[in-house]
């Protein structure tokens, strides 16, 4: 949670460097492949809240994450929303803080899927609809 609260300035306060920046720049996947060199990156999000995990597109080119949930009820789809909204506030700071949109020739200020946008609000969030849905008794 704490890596969620941080903000540009504070990205390696205290002298702790904070992994993501690592995966971004591809120090610590397994397969050694920096964000930038690749249009998009799916990240597996367990929402505790409901002991379910959902799908997470990153697209560079469309400046979008795409959610992939299979369960649907009531109050389930706000829960998700908030932790997924965490995550592309933080993404954007930490894509910043090393430069990866230099690195990846996008001009913030000029593209057009980018440049009306804040920099903590990079990225909008929208759900895939049509996918098979989950039971409430499946595993």
């Known amino acids: 949670m704490d890596v969620y609260s941080m903000d540009y ?14 995966y971004i720049n591809g120090f610590r996947m397994h397969a050694a492949v920096p964000w930038h060199t690749v249009e ?3 990240i597996s999000v ?3 809240e409901k002991h379910h ?3 997470a597109v990153l697209s560079f080119s469309e400046s979008c994450i795409f959610l992939f949930d299979s369960y649907e ?8 929303l908030g932790e997924i909204e ?3 506030k933080i993404i954007p700071l930490c894509l910043q803080a090393c430069d990866f949109y230099v690195k990846k020739g996008i001009d913030l200020q000029n593209h057009p899927r980018y440049k009306d ?3 903590s ?7 895939e609809d049509d996918l098979p849905q989950q039971s409430s008794g499946s595993l």
């Open 9 to 22: 300035q504070n990205l390696n306060a205290g002298g702790q460097e904070h992994h993501l920046i690592e």
């Open 40 to 42: 998009d990156i799916f």
């Open 46 to 48: 367990n929402i505790k």
């Open 53 to 55: 995990w959902v799908l």
């Open 73 to 80: 009820s009531s109050g389930h789809y706000a829960v998700v």
């Open 86 to 88: 965490k995550i592309a």
């Open 117 to 119: 946008k804040e920099s």
């Open 121 to 127: 609000d990079i990225f909008d969030v929208l759900f």
